[in-house]
């Protein structure tokens, strides 16, 4: 039988509707026997409660909101199953949206995630966000949001990012380490605070007489371009730095096209989630950045959130520096 509902079951067992809706929630005031009989049935004839309905009448739809540039990221993508995990352990289902980096789109998804009332959303806004009314709506609705890995720079809201000055620092110091003269440091879209931040702490760490270059790349093909065009140069860099995952890709990739060898003659290190350095040969040098542990931290926040917490905080993840055989 399909579209099965309370109304079906209850002319079946001739009981009322009521009746078999306390049946199905174990209400102490149904007897065992009746509860059974209910409970059969319903699986019997798969019954399945109205969501919409429930949603309605609860104002809470278990429904987490998740709102990110791409899926085909592995930063993001293990962060999303890190909130996958935890939201099916505790009881939430996951609505998962992608803006492309355009703020329409944004705007859009954060309707969707009010037209099925949420329970709450993470987000990682684009590098073109200004302004930040959706979200707002989000918050007069009491619905709260977490902001992920890429945040807006005001301070009242709560959110979740990797340390990106410590792992900025860290990536300058290792280079520092290594002796490296004249730097290739490749950053990405300028516009975000995450770049902001990681830039500042780069130039801060790095020794003064080191001869540094930044640049900037917004995808993985500008920085395999503006490798190649940097490795052309009469005096080209004997080290690479990457600011991300998606840098380093696009930076391999004309490293391996050139005749330079690793770390020999030019030396790599990058922020990364740890999995692309182990793609390579040598493997390479970074500071860890998890997505994963970054998602369990965003969880954790949306349940303080959640438990009536109306505090805002910025909580950063711990790095570590992991040594490959590019430095």
């Known amino acids: 039988m399909t579209n099965t509902t309370l109304k079906k079951i209850s002319e079946v067992l001739g009981v009322s509707i009521s009746t078999v809706s306390r049946a199905l929630k174990n209400h102490p005031d149904i007897s065992e026997k009746t509860k059974a009989k209910v409970v059969e049935l319903a ?54 949206l992608q803006s492309g980096d355009d703020p329409s789109v944004e705007a859009t998804n954060l309707k969707i995630c009010r037209q099925n009332r949420v329970s709450g959303v993470f987000a990682c806004i684009t590098p ?75 130039n801060g760490a790095l020794q003064p007489q080191t001869d540094v270059t930044v640049v900037h790349a917004l995808d993985r093909n500008e920085a395999t371009k503006l490798t190649a065009q940097h490795l052309t140069k009469q005096h080209r860099p004997d080290a690479v730095f990457c600011m991300s995952d998606e840098i380093l890709t696009g930076t391999m990739n004309a490293l391996q096209n050139s005749a330079l060898k690793i770390p020999q003659q030019i030396k790599v290190i990058a922020i990364s989630n740890g999995f692309f350095p182990y793609l390579y040969h040598p493997t390479i040098t ?42």
């Open 43 to 96: 699986q019997t004839l798969d019954y399945e409660p109205n969501a919409n309905a429930i949603h309605l009448r609860t104002n809470n739809s278990n429904l987490f909101g998740l709102l990110v540039p791409t899926i085909s990221n592995y930063f993001y993508d293990s962060f999303i199953a890190a909130i996958e995990e935890d939201s099916r352990q505790q009881g939430y289902s996951l609505i998962i």
């Open 128 to 202: 073109y966000t200004k302004d930040m009314q959706p979200f707002q709506k989000m918050y007069d609705m009491g619905i709260p949001v977490v902001f992920f890995d890429k945040v807006p720079d005001y301070a009242n809201c709560n959110r979740v990012c990797v340390a990106d000055t410590a792992a900025a620092a860290l990536a300058a110091n290792a280079l520092n380490n290594a002796a490296a003269k004249k730097v290739l440091a490749i950053f990405g879209n300028p516009a975000m605070s995450i770049t902001k931040k990681r830039l500042n702490a780069f």
């Open 286 to 327: 970074y500071v860890e950045t998890s997505g994963y542990r970054l998602g369990k931290l965003a969880f954790s926040k949306m349940m303080t959130c959640l438990s009536g917490d109306t505090n805002t905080a910025e909580l950063s993840l711990p790095c570590a520096l992991v040594q490959g055989g590019s430095m």
